[in-house]
C-alpha cells in the first residue's frame, strides 16, 4: 500500500513522460534515416523515415484521460509493440546495434505505460483489501502448523514468507486507527509498540521451523557415511579410488540433494531485506541466526544427553556387585564420539549456504550447553539446591537447557556428572593400581582400565569445553570431600587427644629413634585407627579425584600443545610473569613518583578489582587449556576456630597403619582389613604381590624400578590426598608429619638388629609413600634426610 499510493498519486505525469520518451526515440529514427544525422552519411532511406514518422505520430496520439482511452491504449501499444519488433527483422536495422537499442527502448517505454495507466484508486483499494490481515490475527497461530508442513515439502515456499511478513503491518491498522484519530501520541506508541512485538514473535516462531529443517536434513546428511573417503593416505591407487567412486556414488548424490534444499530454504531469506513491523524494525536474516544458534544448542544438549553408562552387573572384574570396565565406558563414548564428529562435519558441509562459521559457531554454543550445566550441577553438589533459571548464567528463554536432562539416573543431572562417576567407577582404588606415574590397571589382572586411549575416545566425543568440565566438576567433589574431612577433624580431635598428639611430636628428636619409640607409635597408631582410618578414607578419595584431573590436565594440555601452541605459550608466558609481585611494588612504590592509581579514575573500579578480575579470568583460561596444577590448587579455606593442633600426628599415625600389608595388619591387630574398616582399599595388599607384582620384585636385581614404581602406586591416591591436605595447613604440619616419621623408621631399624625382620618390609613401603608425597609437594628427596639419615633411605630394600 505505501509503494502504490505514490505511483497513482503522480501517474498523469508518469504517462506524459513515457510518451514524450517513446516520440522522441521515433524522432530520433526517422532522422537517422533522411541521412541529415553529421556523424552517418549515406544511409537515407525514405520509407524508414516515412515509416518511423508515421509511428511518432501514433504515439504522440496516444490518450488515456478517459476509462475507454484507458482500454484502448492497451490495443494501440500492443500493435505498436509488434510493429516495432517486426521492423527489427530488416537488413539495415538488424545489422545495427545501436538502431535496435533504440528500438528496444521505446518498446520498455510503451509497456510501461500499460502497466502505469492500469493504476488506479480502485486497484489501490483492492490491493489494501486483499492485503489486509487484521482479520486473521488470531487465525495466524492456527495456520502455522500448516506453513511447517509446506516448508517441509516444498523448500521454494520460503519465499511466500517474504508476502506474509509484508503483510504482517497491516494487523497495526485496527487497534491503531481510533487511537489515530483522537491524536493520542502517548497511547498510540504504547499499542504499536505491543502489537508489534507480538508481531515480531510470531514470525521469529514461524521461521525457527527453517533452522529444524536444516538440522533434520543435516541429521540426514551425517548418517551418509560412505559419502567421505577414508583414510586413504596421500597417494591413492586407482582401484581404491575405483571401488570408493562405485560403493559412494548414491550416498554422493543423496547429499547432493540434501544440500539443495539446504541452499533453497536459505536463498529465500537471504534476498529478504528489513522488514518494518510497526514500530520495530526485523532483519530476517539475523533471527534466522538466533534460530540456528538455538537449535544448534538444542541438538548439543540431546547429543551429550544420550551419554549414559551401564556398569555391568555381577562378575565383573572387581568382584561382586555392578562393575564398571572398561568396555562400559569406551562403548557409550566411542558411539557419542561418532556422533559428534558426523554432525559437526556435515555442519561445515552447508555452512557456505547458510552463511555462518559453523566450526565457531558450534564452539560458542557447546560452551554454552557446558556453562549451564555445570553452574547446575555445581548447586546441586555443593548447595543441594537449583537456583531460579532467570538467574542462571548462559540461560536463554527461547532456548532453554533440559535439567536434569533426558539421560538423568539417580542423581546424576546431565552428562558431567555420569561421566565423573563413571571415571572415579574405573579407577577405584579396591580394584585398581595406578594414576601416579602410569595408567589405570586392574590389580588382579594388570589389564589396562583407564588409559591414554580412552580419555582420547572421550575428547573426540567432549570437546575440550566438555574435557575441561569435567575437571572442574571433578575438582567440586573435592571441594565437598575436603568440606566433610574438616568438619570431621573438628568433631573428633577433643582436647586430649590433641594433647596426645601434640606430645608425640614434640617428644621426638626427628633425627632418630629407638625400638621403644616404634612400638610405642605402632600401638598409638592401633588405638587411634578409629579416627585416622576415616581420614585416611577421606584422604585417599580427594587423591583419586585429584590424580584423575591431573590426568585430564595432562589430555587438554597435549591438545593444546597440538592445535594452538602459540596461544598456550602466550597463556605460559602471561601466567608465569610475576603480576603478583608487581602489583606488591605499585601497591608500596614512593609516594612521590606517580602512580598508576592516579590515572584510574575515583568512581571506577580499584587497581585491586581489576588486578582480581584478571586473576580470575587468567585461571580460568589457563585451567582451560591444563596449565594448572590440581594438586597445587585451594579447595577450602579452614574454617574459622579449627585448630589443627595435633592433626600432623594424627596422618602419621594413619601412614603407619597404612603402610603395613593386608595380611600383616590383619594378622596383628584385627582391625585392619580390606574387608573391615577401610573402604577405599588404601593398604598394601600382600596378594597383590604375587603373579605381576611378583615378577616385578623378581627383576629387583636387574632393574628394580618396576617393583618400586608397582608398590608406590599401590598408595598413588593416598599419597596424592596427603599432599592436597598438607598445601591447606601451615608448614609446621608437614615438618611434625616428617618427625614422627622419622622417629618411626629409626624405630624399625633398631628393631631390625634385634632380628625382627617382618617389619623391615613396613619401612621399605612407608618409604615409598614418603617419595610420593615428596614428589607431589614439589619438595627434593633430601628434604626428608633432615629427619632419617639419607644412607639409610638408599640402602632400605623389601626382603
Not at 162 to 172: D, H, N, P, V
Not at 267 to 276: C, F, K, L, P, Q
Not at 443 to 454: K, N, P, R, V
Request: with cysteine; net charge neutral.
Amino acid at each position: 500500500h505505501n509503494i502504490l499510493k505514490p505511483l497513482v498519486a503522480r501517474r498523469a505525469k508518469t504517462l506524459s513522460e513515457q510518451r514524450a520518451s517513446a516520440a522522441q526515440n521515433m524522432d530520433d529514427l526517422a532522422v537517422y534515416f533522411s541521412g541529415a544525422h553529421a556523424l552517418r552519411r549515406n544511409v537515407r532511406n525514405e520509407d524508414l523515415e516515412a515509416w518511423f514518422r508515421d509511428k511518432q505520430e501514433l504515439i504522440d496520439n496516444l490518450k488515456f484521460d478517459s476509462q475507454e482511452d484507458a482500454l484502448a491504449l492497451g490495443r494501440k501499444v500492443a500493435s505498436l509493440v509488434r510493429a516495432l519488433k517486426q521492423v527489427q527483422e530488416y537488413h539495415e536495422i538488424s545489422q545495427q546495434p545501436q538502431i535496435r537499442h533504440f528500438l528496444d527502448d521505446a518498446c520498455v517505454l510503451l509497456e510501461g505505460m500499460v502497466r502505469t495507466v492500469n493504476l488506479s484508486e480502485e486497484t489501490l483499494l483492492t490491493i489494501t483489501t486483499v492485503a489486509d490481515l487484521s482479520y486473521a490475527w488470531k487465525a495466524l497461530g492456527a495456520y502455522q502448523q500448516a506453513m511447517y508442513a509446506l516448508l517441509a515439502k516444498s523448500p521454494d515456499s520460503v519465499k511466500g514468507l517474504r508476502a506474509l511478513f509484508l503483510k504482517l503491518a497491516s494487523i497495526l491498522q485496527v487497534p491503531l486507527r481510533r487511537i489515530r484519530q483522537a491524536k493520542n501520541s502517548s497511547h498510540y506508541e504504547l499499542v504499536s509498540g505491543y502489537y508489534s512485538t507480538r508481531l515480531e514473535q510470531f514470525m521469529s516462531s514461524t521461521l525457527q521451523e527453517i533452522p529444524r529443517l536444516h538440522f533434520g536434513l543435516l541429521a540426514q546428511i551425517s548418517e551418509c557415511g560412505t559419502a567421505k573417503p577414508g583414510n586413504l593416505g596421500s597417494r591413492i591407487n586407482l582401484t581404491e579410488l575405483n571401488e570408493y567412486a562405485c560403493k559412494s556414488e548414491q550416498s554422493r548424490q543423496n547429499v547432493t540433494l540434501l544440500a539443495q534444499r539446504v541452499a533453497l530454504l536459505m536463498r529465500g531469506i537471504w534476498e529478504t531485506e528489513v522488514a518494518v513491523l510497526g514500530a520495530i524494525r526485523v532483519e530476517p536474516r539475523v533471527v534466522l541466526l538466533e534460530g540456528l544458534r538455538r537449535e544448534l544448542a538444542c541438538h548439543i544438549e540431546r547429543l551429550l544427553a544420550g551419554l549414559v553408562f551401564a556398569p555391568s552387573s555381577g562378575g565383573g572384574r572387581g568382584g561382586s556387585g555392578g562393575v564398571m570396565c572398561r568396555q562400559d565406558f569406551m562403548g557409550p563414548v566411542l558411539a557419542l564420539a561418532r556422533k559428534v564428529e558426523a554432525f559437526r562435519s556435515g555442519f561445515e558441509h552447508v555452512q557456505d549456504y547458510l552463511g555462518v562459521s559453523a566450526l565457531q559457531l558450534w564452539h560458542q554454543e557447546m560452551g554454552r550447553v557446558m556453562g549451564f550445566l555445570l553452574h547446575a550441577e555445581e548447586h546441586m553438589l555443593l548447595r543441594k539446591r537449583l537456583p531460579p533459571l532467570a538467574v542462571m548464567p548462559h540461560h536463554d528463554r527461547n532456548a532453554p537447557i533440559a535439567f536434569p536432562d533426558s539421560g538423568a539416573t539417580g542423581g546424576n543431572g546431565s552428562f558431567i556428572s555420569r561421566t565423573a562417576n563413571a571415571l572415579q567407577m574405573l579407577t577405584d582404588t579396591k580394584s585398581t593400581l595406578g594414576g601416579l606415574c602410569g595408567e589405570w590397571q586392574v590389580a588382579s589382572s594388570g589389564e589396562a582400565q583407564l588409559d591414554g586411549q580412552a580419555l582420547e575416545v572421550a575428547y573426540r566425543a567432549l570437546g575440550q569445553p566438555g574435557f575441561a568440565t569435567v575437571c572442574k566438576y571433578l575438582g567440586f567433589l573435592v571441594c565437598g570431600w575436603m568440606r566433610k574431612l574438616f568438619r570431621f577433624i573438628a568433631a573428633k580431635l577433643s582436647s586430649e587427644l590433641r594433647g596426645m598428639l601434640v606430645k608425640l611430636v614434640t617428644e621426638g628428636n626427628g633425627a632418630g629413634g629407638s625400638a621403644d619409640d616404634a612400638r610405642m607409635l605402632r600401638s598409638a597408631a592401633q588405638r587411634l585407627f578409629s579416627t585416622s582410618g576415616p581420614v585416611m578414607d577421606i584422604l585417599a578419595e580427594i587423591g583419586r579425584l585429584q590424580l584423575l584431573r591431573r590426568r585430564l590436565h595432562g589430555m587438554l594440555q597435549l591438545h593444546a600443545q597440538l592445535h594452538v601452541p602459540v596461544a598456550l605459550e602466550a597463556l605460559r608466558a602471561l601466567d608465569g610473569a610475576g603480576l603478583m609481585e608487581a602489583r606488591e611494588l605499585a601497591e608500596n612504590d614512593d609516594e612521590a613518583l606517580p602512580s598508576v592509581r592516579n590515572y584510574a579514575g575515583v568512581d571506577g573500579p580499584s587497581l585491586e578489582d581489576m588486578m582480581l578480575r584478571f586473576h580470575q579470568r587468567l585461571a580460568s583460561a589457563s585451567e582451560g587449556v591444563g596449565l594448572g596444577n590440581p594438586l597445587r590448587q585451594f579447595y577450602k579455606t579452614i574454617p574459622e576456630g579449627t585448630s589443627v593442633e595435633g592433626l600432623d600426628a594424627l596422618l602419621a599415625c594413619g601412614i603407619i597403619v597404612a603402610a603395613k600389608s593386608e595380611g600383616k595388619s590383619s594378622a596383628s591387630s584385627g582391625k585392619v582389613s580390606s574387608s573391615g574398616t577401610s573402604r577405599f582399599g588404601w593398604h598394601f595388599r600382600r596378594s597383590d604381590r604375587s603373579g605381576t607384582a611378583a615378577a616385578a620384585e623378581g627383576d629387583h636385581a636387574e632393574g628394580g624400578s618396576s617393583a618400586i614404581a608397582s608398590r608406590g602406586e599401590q598408595l598413588a591416591a593416598l599419597a596424592a590426598g596427603l599432599a592436597t591436605l598438607l598445601q591447606h595447613l601451615p608448614k609446621a604440619q608437614t615438618e611434625g608429619l616428617l618427625t614422627v616419621l622419622g622417629i618411626y623408621l629409626g624405630g624399625l631399624c633398631q628393631e631390625k638388629a634385634f632380628g625382627k625382620e617382618q617389619l623391615w618390609s613396613d619401612g621399605a613401603h612407608l618409604i615409598d609413600l614418603l617419595e610420593c608425597l615428596l614428589e607431589l609437594l614439589g619438595l627434593p628427596r633430601e628434604h626428608f634426610a633432615g629427619f632419617v639419615p639419607q644412607g639409610l633411605l638408599d640402602l632400605w630394600h623389601v626382603h
